[in-house]
């Protein structure tokens, strides 16, 4: 399925591209909310990177809605740097052979873990809205191939991986402003739906970034 997308991505790019094309970067803090198990201890709060590319639309090709206009197409990787988890304490019995007392059982609490991440490449049209010199907000609406990846531990040592990829609704909004004609500073928002074993919920991420035009 990302091969697959990521060749429409690169088709419809190239379909659209002018001369000007842009790239850019943020970071931030994101959440993947998931349900809790009772008497858990969960963290859903994780750092999110996003790289993307864009392309301007020929002007014939540019959508104006009166209040802005859709005007170029992006291509998206987002991926969070560090993992949600839930951890419950579980009873985990040890059988050994004690030379001089013979056999033994030993039971102690140790700590279970399922560990979360995700990554999702991203095709988006953007529509921008201008609001002020140098200033505007932007909208971007289309679709992201999400994997899901649940990976579960007893005490330390992995147990098992499961991961899924599913095409999911994308939306992120934000604003911009233009340091210099080719450089602008934004803080954006992206937010997308995700579903793996266990787990499913609509991940959001705040992050602030720069993008340059060349």
């Given amino acids: 399925m990302k091969k697959l997308f990521v060749f ?10 002018l001369a000007e094309g842009y790239v850019g970067a943020s970071v931030g803090r994101g959440k993947l909310p998931f349900s809790c198990a009772e008497g858990a201890n969960c963290k859903q ?17 540019r959508v104006d809605l009166g209040v802005g206009r859709i005007d170029s197409i992006e291509v998206a990787f987002l991926r969070n740097t560090s ?21 033994s059982v030993l039971v102690r609490d140790v700590p279970s873990r399922r560990l979360l991440s995700l990554d999702a490449l991203v095709l988006a049209p953007v529509l921008n809205f201008g609001v002020a010199d140098n200033t505007s907000l932007f909208v971007k609406a289309g679709a992201a191939v999400v994997t899901a990846t649940i990976k579960s531990t007893l005490n330390g040592v992995s147990m098992k991986s499961e991961s899924k990829t599913k095409l999911q609704p994308y939306v992120g909004f934000g ?20 579903s793996t074993e266990g787990a499913s919920g609509t991940a959001r991420a705040l992050s602030v970034g720069a993008e340059v035009a060349f």
């Fill in 45 to 61: 709060t994780v750092n999110v990177f996003k790289l993307y590319a864009g392309t301007r639309l020929k002007e014939a090709n």
């Fill in 83 to 103: 993992k949600a988890t839930e951890t419950t304490i579980v009873e985990q019995t040890y059988f050994f052979n004690d030379p001089i007392n013979g056999p």
């Fill in 175 to 194: 604003a911009s402003y233009n340091v210099v004609p080719s450089v602008k500073v934004f803080g954006a928002s992206d937010w997308f739906r995700y």
């Fill in 8 to 17: 429409g991505a690169l088709a419809a790019l190239s379909a659209s591209a």
